[in-house]
């Protein structure tokens, strides 16, 4: 779609490391990927974006009937956005890696021995970029997809309920869709290897999100409001009404305090 990328990454184009091996089932790790993307915006050009979605570090297709759903980090920042289907999940992140390849079949590595230790069922498969990893948990069925590119990962994680993430079902078709048409904005700045690339949401997007999040703490003030005004309405216990009602006792004025300046009380100040 966009052409090849430019023959000075193609010299360190990033394939998957063959060597090494962290599951006995075998997977090939020298499939091809797919003519085309995932992309680097340096090689096709900020005017080949097109209608993506631009989340500032990747740039993504939405799915058709999608919608979007914003996790947000504790810091109020975006943390990640989900593209939500009739099937299941998807949610695409860029992560900063060396110019050497390999780092996914170490992310994958990593993610299968964490399924295990919580008791999910893992399988390795190959995949369109190589190596993929599918987990069975209680909860949900989760597939990650992983490409290694130019000082960048991408990591795609299919979810969604039981048997939604098999390698030729719609939902997981869908999202190596995504992939095959993902635009990574890795830029200049120096980010520490494994580390997520900030996620920057549109304009249009952060109102949307600002006004929904304005509009649900004027609905949760207005709810303990209306509780406290519902609770001051009740009528007192008979004994409580009782005791109001009789005159409270003249309270003693109070002698006065010494006053208190910056370096102390007004006695101090004078010395003693």
């Known amino acids: 779609m966009f052409g090849r990328r430019r023959k000075n990454r ?3 184009a990033p394939g998957l490391a063959d060597e090494g091996n962290f599951d006995s ?26 209608s993506r979605l631009d989340l500032g570090s990747v740039l993504v297709p939405l799915p058709p009937g999608g ?9 109020g920042q975006p943390q990640a956005v989900h593209l939500v289907t009739q099937h299941g999940r998807i949610t695409v992140s860029a992560y900063a890696a060396p110019k050497s390849p390999g780092q996914w079949r170490e992310v994958a590595a990593e993610l299968a021995e964490s399924l295990r230790r919580d008791n999910a069922t893992v399988s390795i498969e190959s995949g369109p970029w190589g190596r993929e990893l599918q987990g069975s948990t209680p909860n949900a069925d989760l ?3 992983g490409v290694d590119g130019y000082r960048w990962m991408i990591r795609c994680v299919v979810a969604g309920p039981a048997g939604s993430v098999t390698a030729d079902s719609p939902l997981v078709e869908t999202a ?13 700045d120096p980010h520490p290897v494994r580390t997520p690339l900030p996620v920057v949401l549109p304009k249009a997007l952060a109102e949307q999100l600002a006004a929904a999040q304005q509009q649900a703490a004027a609905q949760q003030a207005a709810a303990q409001q209306a509780a ?15 005791q109001q009602q009789q005159p409270a006792p003249p309270q003693q004025p109070e002698p006065p ?14 010395g003693f």
């Open 25 to 50: 089932a075998p997977v090939d790790d020298e499939v091809q990927a797919p003519e085309g993307g995932p992309y680097d915006i340096d090689d096709i050009g900020e005017d080949a974006v097109g």
């Open 228 to 242: 406290q005004q519902a609770a001051a309405q009740q009528p007192l216990p008979p004994q409580q009404s009782a």
């Open 257 to 270: 305090r010494p006053r208190h300046g910056e370096s102390g009380s007004a006695m101090q100040q004078l």
């Open 176 to 188: 190596r869709a995504i992939v095959a048409e993902t635009v990574v904005r890795r830029g200049q």
């Open 143 to 145: 597939r990650f997809l």
């Open 67 to 75: 919608q979007i759903q914003v996790e947000m980090a504790p810091n």
């Open 10 to 12: 193609d010299a360190e």
